[in-house]
Nanobody
Framework: QVQLVESGGGLVQPGGSLRLSCTAS????????MGWYRQAPGKQREFVAD????????DYADSVKGRFTISIDNAKNTVYLQMNSLKPEDTAVYYC?????????WGQGTQVTVSS
C-alpha cells in the first residue's frame, strides 16, 4: 500500500501563488507516476498535471500550462505543484494522484480558493 499526505492549500487572491505538496510512504517502489487532479463544486474531477516517478516526464492540462509547474523530489518521496497566476476558476479541491502497478491511490484533498 501507499499512503499520501497532502498540504499547502488555502485562500489566495487572483494572480497569487500557492504550492501544494504530497508525500508518499509505504510501497513507493510500485509507483508509476504522481500528479494532481481537481474537483470544483458541481463538476467532475479533472486532470491537472502529473510527472513520471523516475523519468522526469511531465504533463499538464491545457488550462494550467504556463502557470502551474509540477516537480518530484524522489529523495523526499514528494510531488509539488507550484501554482502561479491563479484565477478564480482554479478554485477546487485538489487531490494528489498516485497510480501504482497495483492500484490508483488518492490523497485526502486540499481546498484551494482563489478569491478577492
Amino acid at each position: 500500500q501507499v499512503q499520501l499526505v497532502e498540504s499547502g492549500g488555502g485562500l489566495v487572491q487572483p494572480g497569487g501563488s500557492l504550492r501544494l505538496s504530497c508525500t508518499a510512504s509505504g510501497n513507493i517502489f510500485r509507483i508509476v507516476n504522481m500528479g494532481w487532479y481537481r474537483q470544483a463544486p458541481g463538476k467532475q474531477r479533472e486532470f491537472v498535471a502529473d510527472g513520471g516517478w523516475t523519468d522526469g516526464s511531465t504533463d499538464y492540462a491545457d488550462s494550467v500550462k504556463g502557470r502551474f509547474t509540477i516537480s518530484i523530489d524522489n529523495a523526499k518521496n514528494t510531488v509539488y505543484l507550484q501554482m502561479n497566476s491563479l484565477k478564480p476558476e482554479d478554485t477546487a479541491v485538489y487531490y494528489c494522484s498516485c497510480p501504482t502497478y497495483d492500484y490508483h491511490y488518492w490523497g485526502q484533498g486540499t481546498q484551494v480558493t482563489v478569491s478577492s
